[in-house]
C-alpha cells in the first residue's frame, strides 16, 4: 500500500503530537529522567525562562492546569498561540500556498522579548 504525499502531509503533524502526548502522559517527566535537564540550570544554577516547560505540558495533558501555571506560566500562555500559528502555516502548505512569515510590529517582538526577560529575572527571584 503507497501513501499518497497529501496524505502523508495531512497526518504527519498530528501524528507527531499524538505522540509527544502519549509520551508525555505514559513517561510523566516527575517520574522518568530521560528528558534532556536544562542546560542554563544545569551550569548556571537559575531557571531559565523554558525551565519546567516539559513538565508544564505534562500537568496539561493530566488536566491540572493550575500546576501547569506553576510551572511554567509562559510557556502555557503561548500554547495556543504558537499551535494557531502551526495550524494556520499547516493549512497553507496543504492548499498549496507559499509559506509566508507572519509580519509582527516591531513593538510586539520587543514587548514578547521584554515580557521573556522580566518572567526569567522574576522566577528567581
Known amino acids: 500500500m503507497r501513501l499518497s504525499g497529501r ?10 503530537v499524538a505522540l509527544v502526548a502519549v509520551v508525555l502522559l505514559l513517561f510523566p517527566p516527575q517520574q522518568y529522567g530521560f528528558y534532556p535537564a536544562c542546560p542554563v540550570y544545569r551550569y548556571l544554577h537559575v531557571l531559565c525562562p523554558g525551565c519546567g516547560a516539559t513538565r508544564a505540558l505534562a500537568a496539561l495533558l493530566h488536566g491540572q492546569v493550575g500546576e501547569a501555571l506553576r510551572l511554567n506560566w509562559l510557556i502555557v500562555t ?45 522566577r528567581n527571584l
Open 7 to 16: 496524505l502523508v502531509g495531512v497526518a504527519a503533524p498530528v501524528v507527531c
Open 78 to 122: 503561548l500554547l495556543p498561540v504558537c499551535g494557531g500559528y502551526g495550524a494556520a502555516a499547516h493549512r497553507r502548505w496543504l492548499r498549496g500556498e507559499k509559506f509566508v512569515w507572519p509580519r509582527i510590529p516591531l513593538l510586539a517582538i520587543y514587548g514578547a522579548l521584554a515580557v521573556t526577560g522580566v518572567f526569567g529575572v522574576m
